[in-house]
């Protein structure tokens, strides 16, 4: 599954659609992870299950965020670093991603494990839902260890020419989670704990999967052995830092799911209360599905984009981010109008119609879907300023998607509509990014034009 791809000749369409396709299989069968989780627990377990997992991911999101970073990062200066035949500088700053995302998670996850309940009551979760939130926490956390190999990883095998075999690295963790989950949860009957782990296996087996090919079959992004002295200590830190400096909007956008899971519980438990709670869950859990697409988007014309930077072709830099704008908005266009005309089909798969959570879901789903079209945009807009090294918009726009406009959305919304108020909340933020995107486009013309 190990391919030669021309990133500075072959036509840019057909380019795209070499990435794009497997990546964004790859990218969907994550969402079944997820999604799988949601389906076996509210249908397992109950629809206080599925709000107790909501609580659990937000800060989960955090560490997605920092895999995301690293691996935007390294890959953007790699792919420069290979543009310029500079082939050990490239193997050296992927593996220097990778030890770094594995000593942040080692040391975050200790932290969450250090005291469970506080760390859940810490999140929101009320006496109800404490022992589920708990429980999932224990049992999937140290599956993040693993997970932020993948994560970062999966970056360094598109651009090694490998983007079917990324693919599979997320499929085969996506069809493992869906057996594991239904094992765990009927048959074993172990519940929550279940659940969690099934996951955690799930993402550990990508993690394996990913390192494996990197360390013994990679074309020319190989592991390579890091000395650690005094002499490697600092020029390790100052290209980790310059990766983080690059990928840090990736972080960033991940961060802002944590912060919609975060202070939409808040706000749910406020007005509506536990079943609130659980219905915006059933709204979070296709959340990642909006997050992917847009991702597999960015990630697809990221190599692409930021190779033929490297080489100084424009020409190729602008036609490959106009695919990906019109693949955005085309795609946004059709899942929005999927979940607009569909809410009770989309609800049902999760938990029972009749229950009130499911009540709630059904009328919100929706309003929470005008969201969508400027989610994906956005992502995509954001992830061309990383691969072309320009941080400072890619953060701001990073930054005005997540607290500097959800935020406030969440809190004042509610005020003006009411429970659609909760509901439009990202939908509002993510517009307002969209505008201040295309007001910057307008702005400085072609000298930053995203298209």
Known sequence: MTQSIDLGKTPVGRLFSQYFIPTLLGMLSLCVVTAADGVFVGRGIGSQAVAAVNIVWAPMMVMIGVGLMLGIGCSVVASIYMAQNEVEKARRNVTYALITGTVIVLLYV???LVSPSATCYLLGSSDTLLDLAVDYLVFFTPGLVLNIWSLIGLFIVRLDGSPRLAMWCNVIPGLLNILLDYLFIFP????MRGAAAATGISVTVGGLMT???LARYARVLRLIKVPVNASTILPMIKSVGYQMRIGVSAFLGESTMAMLMFVGNLVFMHYLGDAGV??????????????????AIAQSAQPIISYNYGLGDNVRVAATERVAICTALSLGVVIMLG???FPTQMVSLFIGTDSLAARYAIEGLPWFATCVIFFIFNLT??????SVERVAPSVWFALLRGCLLLVPSFVLLPMVAGVHGIWLA??????LTTLAIVTYYVMHGRKTAVA
């Open 381 to 386: 807009a954001i992830g061309y300023y990383q």
């Open 426 to 431: 990202v939908g509002v933020s993510e517009l």
């Open 339 to 341: 979940f607009m005309l």
């Open 110 to 112: 200790a932290a969450m």
């Open 188 to 191: 074993c009957g172990w519940g």
């Open 211 to 213: 390192v494996i090919y």
């Open 278 to 295: 659980a219905a915006f869950g059933v709204a979070c859990y296709y959340c990642p599905f909006f997050f992917m697409v847009g991702n």
